[in-house]
């Protein structure tokens, strides 16, 4: 199979009605628990090797995970090879000890596994996995999973409900037997679309996907998510005080898979911190014409922020999304769901076209995912400084007023990176601006405990406050040019 092959399989089957996967669920799969369905576990020692440095695990059919997905082993030379099911793969748990399924159960997803050593090639550990409609997840050598990818996202945030398409079949390549890259095909279908997708993994200290999409609409579609990302953050610096957000009864400072959205365009660097705890869902929408870039990413990589010793959030990485081909004028759209629950992905970042996208035509898409830990990183290196942190309280704990006014709120926004002078500079300034109300007395000053720069200013509201986001940007100046990317935060 090939990646043309697979366009022609989406174009033809955009060209029929949908047809949903039949729910053939075994009774006993569909009835297990979270537990049961945790306590079956791939035979390791089953694993399909690919090349020296890669083998593939499998993942069972059962609980929320109904629906079969096609896989195939795609050799050098010659047809696409099925792989089939055998309960033998598995080790079943207690729960289903015994019992048979048939070979055409199929499976749930996969996982692919990686020798990040090359002195050690037969230690190999898991660095990606597609498991539930076209959600995946990516990592580097010494990163931990966090937020996932998607292949498409549709009606997310808009009107009716939300659609999710589904990644029915993969073929995997397998690689000559020295290649540190593995090469992975997809078709991907739903009631408004399908699509192929071809994926050139990577793996490495940062790993790198890159991916070449067909896309074939049903119909018209009013928003189009491209190159989506979906995160989790429950709370952190941004909150409590921000935008309403209320706060966590937590004994970790911050739960996170990530902080903040980045959107790079030629003229600037934006980034938004993320907040969670409004009442309602809040979205978002950062005009690019063009794009050069965006991802969710997770700036705190300090133990001491998070004090949780399984979950690792300050390992978790971000992901960014280098656009080639087919992203034109449009929105990165951030669509943020009140959430009081940690397993609850409730971010979602993704590239929207400004015009709906047609029914019966072809989209044509090219990007590249990276994953980032620690920055500066290559894949969003550039000469700007950073926001690292952003902190909300109320102003009259500084700047107290007589009568008293708990409405001013106070904005403690830290910078740090390349461009930032070392010591004492006068010339250094902050640019602010508020959509509404007022911006008062923004002063900036040197952090000698960090090298970098803080920012205080404070934001009076307008009076009466009108319904609707107050959207609040700052970024620092020197010589009238700006030397940091733009904070971007909703009052």
């Not at 992905?345 to 590249?368: E, K, Q, R, S």
């Amino acid at each position: 199979m090939t990646f043309e092959g697979v366009t022609e399989q989406a174009r033809r089957l955009a060209a029929a009605p949908y047809r949903p996967s039949a729910d053939d669920l075994p009774a006993s799969l569909a009835s297990l628990s979270y537990d049961g369905y945790r306590a079956i576990t791939f035979r390791p020692d089953a694993a399909p090797r690919l090349g020296d440095s890669f083998s593939l695990q499998l993942f069972h059919r059962g609980f929320l995970q109904r629906k079969r997905v096609a896989l195939f082993l795609q050799p050098p030379d010659g047809p696409p090879q099925p792989i089939l099911y055998r309960s033998s793969l598995f080790d079943l748990g207690s729960g289903l000890a015994g019992q048979d399924f048939p070979s055409d159960l199929g499976f749930a997803g996969f996982r692919l596994h990686y020798a990040f050593d090359d002195a050690k090639p037969a230690h190999q550990e898991e660095f990606l996995v597609f498991l539930g409609a076209s959600y995946f997840r990516l990592r580097g050598k010494t990163q931990e999973y966090g937020l996932s990818a998607r292949g498409a996202a549709i009606q997310t945030g808009g009107p009716g409900a939300e659609e999710f398409p589904d990644f029915t079949a993969f073929w995997i390549c397998e690689p000559k037997a020295e290649a540190r890259a593995v090469t992975i095909l997809a078709l991907l279908d739903s009631p408004s679309l399908a699509g192929a997708y071809r994926f050139d993994v990577h793996p490495g200290e940062t790993s790198r996907m890159v991916v070449t999409a067909s896309l074939h609409p049903r119909a018209a579609i009013p928003r189009l998510g491209l190159a989506p990302l979906t995160s989790m953050f429950l709370h952190g610096e941004n909150g409590p005080g921000a935008g309403g957000a209320q706060p966590f009864d937590d004994f970790r400072p911050q739960v996170h898979d990530s902080d903040g959205l980045v959107v790079s365009t030629r003229d600037d660097r934006l980034w938004r911190p993320l907040t969670n705890g409004r009442r309602d869902p809040q979205i978002s929408a950062f005009q690019v014409d063009p794009l050069d870039g965006f991802g969710l990413l997770q700036r705190e990589r300090n133990f001491a922020a998070y004090l949780d010793v399984q979950a690792r959030h300050e390992a978790r990485p971000g992901l960014w999304v280098t656009p080639q081909a087919g992203f034109g004028v449009g929105a990165v759209q951030l669509f943020e769901i009140p959430s009081r629950e940690e397993y609850m992905d409730n971010v979602v970042a993704a590239f929207v076209p400004a015009a709906p996208v047609a029914g019966g035509g072809a989209l044509d898409l090219a990007y590249t995912l990276s994953t980032v830990g620690g920055e500066p990183d290559t894949a969003v290196l550039s000469a700007l400084a950073r926001v690292v942190s952003t902190r909300v309280g109320s102003a009259e704990r500084l700047r107290p007023t007589t009568p008293p006014s708990p409405e001013r709120r106070l904005y403690v926004v830290d910078f740090e990176g390349p461009g930032l002078p070392a010591g004492h500079d006068e010339s250094l300034a902050a640019e602010v601006s508020a959509s509404l109300g007022t911006m008062v007395d923004p002063v900036v000053e040197r952090v000698p405990q960090t090298g970098g720069w803080r920012l205080y200013v404070e934001w009076r509201p307008p009076v009466p406050r009108p319904p609707g986001d107050i959207i609040l940007r700052a970024r620092l100046m020197r010589f009238g040019r700006p030397i940091s990317e733009t904070w971007d935060n909703v009052a």
